[in-house]
């Protein structure tokens, strides 16, 4: 919910949120924003899914490698034989070849590629932490009668935030977190 598709749909709602607050009367609108990075990164249970899908994501990179290495040795072995061999048995080898590269990259595909393996586990793991601190973000604002909430995180381009609307570490303290006070943001001179 939170990781939006790309920064592109990010810029868009940041523009539309803008055109919202500000084309339909600003001073009666109360906004906030959030850092849901840095909220992410004060949730241990995020650390833990982060480092089980960077561990998941080596060994299937591995077990990929592996088959792209077996078939290069055998591409290797057929190259130095070929010339020995008649033309049905260099026929099946070319063959065998062929297959098992189109195992390794449909294993490939199947480990990392859209909709693969790793993104049905990234969100298994991920996606409900994500809800908790969409949830925690909507009853604050409900209860803050928030009109608007921006993310900061990822880029998006927010050119000047006032410390005092920022409502990250009221997200963490809704979810039960404790957290690292955030640092305020140099300003460039």
Request: proline share 3%; hydrophobic share 35%; net charge neutral.
């Amino acid at each position: 919910m939170l990781n939006l598709e790309g920064n592109t749909m990010k810029k868009i709602f940041l523009i539309v949120a803008i055109f919202c607050v500000f084309g339909f009367g600003a001073s009666a609108q109360k906004y906030a924003f959030v850092n849901t990075d840095y909220i992410l990164d004060n949730i241990p249970e995020y650390a833990d899914s982060q480092t089980q899908l960077d561990e998941l994501s080596i060994q299937w990179q591995k077990e990929i490698e592996a088959k792209f290495t077996d078939i290069d040795k055998m591409y290797k072995n057929f190259q130095n034989e070929a010339v020995l061999l008649p033309e049905d048995m260099k026929k099946k080898r070319e063959d065998d070849i062929l297959k098992k590269e189109k195992e390794a990259k449909d294993l490939q595909k199947k480990r990392f590629g859209k909709d693969g393996d790793l993104f049905k586990k990234r969100q298994e793991l991920i996606k409900p932490i994500q809800e908790k601190v969409y949830n925690a973000i909507d009853e604050i604002s409900s209860a803050e009668n928030y009109a608007v909430v921006f993310d900061k995180a990822n880029n998006a381009t927010l050119i000047y935030t006032n410390p005092k609307y920022d409502i990250s570490e009221q997200v963490l303290d809704k979810l039960g977190y404790t957290y690292k006070p955030q640092q305020p943001a140099k300003s460039k001179k």
